[in-house]
């Protein structure tokens, strides 16, 4: 597989027919293998070249996949910074089974993802900023150390992908995914918003009684729980579970309480459930 290889920097790359950037390890999955170690640093991607304007018909800015990993895109120098905007379905694709927990998947830090290069206004991805999904794990937006956040902001809105969050996590195994130190719906500075078009973050997954019950009683023993009560970005719990779990006092009362925190709840549709039950 191909590994170690840098991006940039000066790099445009806009207009192409399916992604900008595809880091492909053709389904290494080993865990002896580090492999990849791929980078992707100053580049603009999704925009003219003075960062000022979309040009059209580039789907993906950077899509890792393939079992990738161990890749950074962009670093703490402001001179690797990339600007990923303008494209018109997601900033950053990373799918599959790109990272193994004990080594790490892809580090996407201080980038600028959805905004001019100035920062200062919008020039959205068509629908996410960063899309991670089908079983991709251990990867790192943002993090702790200085100049590592990304600015995440102005995203979605797209005619055919109006999906408009900033971060979404979704699918099966997607697990073990560290969301850190970004500014998400603000400008460069942290001083005004540039709102994305729908959430900052949002993690897919059905709530039971059970994770219901834990988020209203700040039980932090998992990624989602833990997220939930470091975040302090909007909130949305999607409850899924047997009707007489739902209709229990103990349920509504734990819904009570994340209302009266500002949580908002998608109140669940009718239909058949695998107990014959409606």
């Not at 900033?166 to 998400?184: D, E, V, W």
């Amino acid at each position: 597989q191909a590994a170690r290889n840098t991006v940039g920097p000066n790099n445009t790359i806009s207009a192409n027919t399916t992604a900008g950037i595809v880091l492909n390890n053709v389904g290494d999955t080993t865990p002896a293998n580090p492999v990849n170690q791929n980078v992707i640093r100053g580049n603009t991607i999704g925009l003219n070249s003075t960062g000022t304007a979309a040009i059209t018909g580039q789907p993906i800015g950077v899509l890792v996949t393939g079992g990738s990993r161990i890749n950074n895109i962009g670093s703490a120098a402001a001179a690797d910074r990339n600007v990923i905007s303008g494209n018109s379905v997601t900033g950053i694709h990373i799918t599959g089974a790109s990272g193994l927990v004990a080594q790490g998947g892809t580090i996407v830090h201080n980038n600028v993802i959805g905004l001019n290069t100035a920062g200062t206004a919008a020039i959205a991805n068509g629908s996410n900023g960063i899309l991670i999904d089908a079983a991709s794990v251990a990867n790192t937006i943002g993090g702790s150390t200085p100049n590592s956040g990304n600015f995440i902001s102005g995203n979605g809105g797209g005619a055919t992908q109006p999906e408009g969050n900033g971060i979404r996590l979704t699918g099966a195994g997607t697990t073990n995914n560290l969301i850190q130190g970004n500014l998400i719906g603000l400008n460069l500075t942290g001083g005004g918003a540039v709102a994305n078009g729908r959430n900052g973050v949002q993690i897919d997954g059905a709530a039971t009684a059970n994770t219901i019950a834990r988020l209203a009683n700040g039980i932090a023993d998992d990624f989602l729980t833990t997220l939930y009560l470091a975040t302090k970005v909007p909130v949305i719990v999607a409850p899924a579970m047997n009707v007489n779990m739902w209709e229990h006092p103990a349920t509504q009362e734990n819904l009570e309480k994340l209302r009266a925190r500002g949580v908002h709840i998608a109140e669940p549709d009718e239909g058949y459930l695998a107990c014959g039950m409606t």
